[in-house]
């Protein structure tokens, strides 16, 4: 099957489409990609006999996904007729092969059946983590098992007399079209995820189960505004990102680090807020608007895709910035998703937002932003330039020259 066959793009939009009615929407997930050996799949197979149950439903549809596994959605069903083809299927396949470890929903099961209106950020989070490295866990029986709740609670307690800071990176977003050396518009401080891990917990995986990282990054939310309010002053006078949830943003623990932040940081610290987090608990945006407002903070929207972009108006938002992750996928999009992404970022950038092209691991990534009328950029393309010592818009030209 050929990538223009995969219905990753046409789900997701469907499902964006549905979020208002999501009642009585029901979804199938076959993992079909967690198969030890996928040479028996036959899809055309598995389809049909998803198909058994389709006189009877008001409403059924199926998806074959990028990473091999079949999604079905449906309404009008029986749960007991929809579990007894699933279990159909998981025969035919288990009689030929095993799955490598437990799905993306922490089942041993072949199959999940979810009500999409309680589970619909979840179907979302999965669709965006196909293909993105740090997402992925290896489909190998080695691999490590996922962080139990007991280790989370050790790691939880070691992070609070943990030393972080040999932990804390930063990662410079920087003007392409500024060619002077006031070129950097902040730094995001980040913590090596993979770093702490094999320091705090090597025989575990700290992201195999997503709710559980979740609960972890807030835990280390904490920690970071811990070592931030030991003082700012490795950063020297340069503005700051941090990412943050927004709990963590509204608690005590960020009041601290609000009460000791030196007057001369004032307007120079920018709150990076995951685009999930944002979704799923607007009233707590809105109030972290307000109190940001008050206390001087950005706010830069993260996350994003070329999708996602068309679905959020930055202006009611009221962010300074909006982050879009940079992918090839960019230069063959779909002529109506182009149009309307362009826009909103040209309408975006004629208000208060400006947009960041993040995770730029090549050139490629730049020159699409310059093309885009995008100004502002990070990632191993921009530290490889500057460690150079090459000036970025000197490179950028140099590129593009080449490009024709």
Not at 361 to 378: E, P, R, S
Request: aromatic share 10%; charged share 25%; glycine share 6%.
């Amino acid at each position: 099957m050929s990538d223009k066959e995969y219905d990753d793009s046409k789900l997701m939009g469907l499902l964006q489409s549905a979020k208002k009615e999501l009642q009585g929407l029901r979804l199938v997930h076959l993992h079909l990609g967690m198969l030890e050996n996928t040479e028996f799949t036959d899809t055309t197979l598995i389809t049909r006999v998803l198909k058994e149950v389709a006189d009877q439903s008001a409403y059924l549809q199926i998806f074959n996904i990028s990473n091999g596994d079949i999604i079905m959605l449906y309404k009008g069903l029986k749960f007991g007729s929809v579990e007894e083809v699933c279990k159909k299927i998981q025969a035919l396949l288990f009689a030929k092969t095993r799955m490598v470890g437990p799905n993306p929903y922490r089942e041993n099961s072949l199959f999940s059946i979810l009500e999409l209106s309680l589970n619909f950020i979840h179907v979302i989070r999965f669709l965006e983590g196909i293909g993105r490295d740090e997402q992925v866990v290896a489909a190998s029986v080695e691999a490590k098992p996922a962080v139990t709740l007991e280790e989370l609670a050790k790691i939880d307690k070691a992070l609070t007399m943990f030393d972080l800071s040999p932990f804390i990176f930063n990662q410079p977003v920087i003007n392409i079209r500024d060619e002077s050396d006031q070129n950097k518009e902040y730094f995001e401080l980040y913590i090596s995820i993979k770093g702490l891990q094999d320091r705090l917990s090597p025989d575990f995986d700290l992201s195999a189960n997503r709710w559980l990282f979740n609960y972890f990054t807030a835990s280390l939310d904490q920690s970071l505004l811990r070592s931030l309010n030991h003082g700012l002053d490795f950063i020297g006078n340069e503005s700051i990102g941090i990412n943050i949830n927004l709990s963590t943003a509204l608690s005590t623990s960020f009041a601290k680090f609000d009460e000791r932040l030196p007057a001369a940081y004032r307007g120079k610290v920018v709150l990076e807020i995951n685009k999930v987090d944002l979704i799923e608990n607007r009233p707590l945006y809105q109030e972290l608007l307000d109190f940001a407002i008050k206390r001087e903070y950005r706010i830069c929207i993260d996350g994003l895709n070329e999708f996602w972009v068309t679905q959020l108006d930055f202006e009611s938002l009221g962010c300074d910035y909006a982050k879009v992750f940079w992918t090839n996928d960019m230069l063959t999009l779909d002529a109506d998703l182009e149009r309307a992404y362009l826009d909103r970022v040209a309408a975006a950038h004629k208000g208060r937002c400006k947009f960041i092209m993040a995770r730029c691991g090549t050139m490629g990534g730049l020159l699409y932003a310059h093309k885009q009328g995008i100004d502002l950029v990070q990632g191993r393309a921009i530290d490889t330039i500057l460690r150079k010592g090459v000036k970025i818009t000197d490179a950028i030209r140099t590129a593009m020259l080449m490009d024709g």
